[in-house]
């Protein structure tokens, strides 16, 4: 850095319900000051956008850490940022970043792509195995004292069956790892897969997600929510799927059109469902009662990523985007195409 010209210390908002953000100031400390908005909404955000401390401009800040908890950044947000030189997602999804309006603003939205594909695998299998082999069924009466080995009656053997997997991006294919030991025909559709991607998992590829659904004893959902994705499972499909499939969503709740599932469980054809994701995080007390009152569908609060070590990964990748964005490095994982904007440069000299 020139003597003549000291590097400013940038502002990183970051968005969540963190206690403390003691990793992000390890990686950041150096070079920003940070503010920890906890905010479900951007009202709530509102007041965070103002200047922060004695000297700040009303430029908002250098860059976002945003992580689950704030349900949408739109153009509201954006558009008092005019400085930001990021917004980086502490997840894999970012379908709560607006990025038509992260586009227009100009600024690079990242997410983390890599730091908990084999947890969601690892769960999903986890809900699958559950859901099969009736572990709920099993285990609550033993919970009131009645022993009774009944409860599994009905169970499929899981060799030979058909798990029809959703999408075949990072997830899918550890999905697809753990699922061919165990002795189950892989089926897939993913309409943006490498070709050939199949060929090398020695999985089958199909081109509908209707022919999908109606082969799959087990359908596991791994796409990214979008807006074609936004109740992809629904009435139509739910209607071609076998007597007795079941459901495991380890995707994101709106995914699956949760009124249509609940009349599958309750009339048919599914056996069961492993959710760790809702159409409304966290549900309506209603919902979620609805949900349980079946005795085959087990439902986990959004915790497939979490593991000690994938938690603290995920928050180490995600400073240091934000720190290589300070530093006018090269980003890593941009998930849009932001609209060049003039008087992008960082504003002091480079080292
Ligand atoms: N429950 C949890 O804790 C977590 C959930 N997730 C969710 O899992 C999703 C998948 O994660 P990754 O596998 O890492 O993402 P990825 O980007 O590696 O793979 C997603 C795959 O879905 C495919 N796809 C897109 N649209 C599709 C469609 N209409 N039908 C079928 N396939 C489609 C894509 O072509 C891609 O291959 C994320 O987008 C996120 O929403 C991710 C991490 C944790
Ligand atoms: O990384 C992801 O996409 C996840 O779903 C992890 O959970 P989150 O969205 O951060 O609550």
């Known amino acids: 850095m020139s003597l003549t010209s000291p590097r400013p210390r940038f502002w990183v908002l970051v968005a969540d319900f963190l206690d403390e953000a003691a990793i992000e100031t390890e990686i950041l400390g150096d070079l920003a000051d940070l503010t920890l908005a906890q905010a479900f ?5 509102s007041p965070y ?3 922060q ?9 250098d860059a976002v850490l945003l992580f689950h908890d704030l349900k949408r950044l739109s153009a509201a947000s ?3 940022m005019p400085r930001c030189k990021v917004v980086v997602r502490a997840g894999v999804g970012f379908d709560n970043v607006d990025l038509d309006a992260a586009n227009q603003a100009g600024i690079p939205v990242c997410n983390v792509p890599d730091y908990g594909t084999e947890e969601v695998a690892d769960h999903a299998l986890m809900l699958l195995l559950a859901v099969a082999r009736r572990l709920i069924d099993c285990d609550r009466p033993l919970r009131q004292g009645r022993w009774n080995a009944s409860f599994v009656h009905g169970a499929p053997r899981l060799r030979g069956k058909t798990l029809g997997l959703v999408g075949c991006g990072r997830i899918g294919t550890a999905m697809v790892l753990r699922a061919k030991p165990l ?6 559709h993913d309409p943006k897969a490498v070709r050939g991607l199949d060929k090398a998992l020695g999985v089958e590829r199909v081109e509908t997600l209707a022919e999908l659904a109606a082969q799959a004893d087990f359908l596991s959902l791994h796409c990214p929510l979008d807006s074609s994705t936004y109740h992809l499972i629904n009435h139509a499909i739910f209607s071609v799927m076998k007597p007795g499939a079941i459901l495991i969503n380890t995707a994101r709740g709106p995914v699956v059109d949760e009124t249509a599932l609940l009349e599958a469980l309750e009339r048919g054809p599914l056996a069961g469902a492993g959710l760790d994701v809702l159409e409304s995080e966290p549900p309506a007390a209603e919902r979620l009662t609805a949900l349980l009152n079946h005795p085959r569908v087990i439902v986990t609060p959004h915790v497939a990523f979490y593991s000690v070590e994938g938690y603290c990964e995920l ?6 985007e934000v720190r290589r964005a ?18 992008g440069e960082l504003g002091w000299e480079r080292p």
């Open 315 to 320: 928050r180490h990748k995600a400073a240091h």
């Open 326 to 343: 300070l530093l006018g490095q090269p980003l890593w994982n941009v998930v849009n195409a932001p609209q060049p904007r003039s008087g």
């Open 78 to 80: 954006f558009k008092r």
């Open 49 to 51: 956008l103002e200047p």
């Open 41 to 45: 909404d951007e009202t709530a955000l």
């Open 183 to 188: 002795g189950l025909r892989v089926m897939v």
């Open 53 to 61: 401390g004695a000297g700040s401009d009303a430029q908002g800040p």
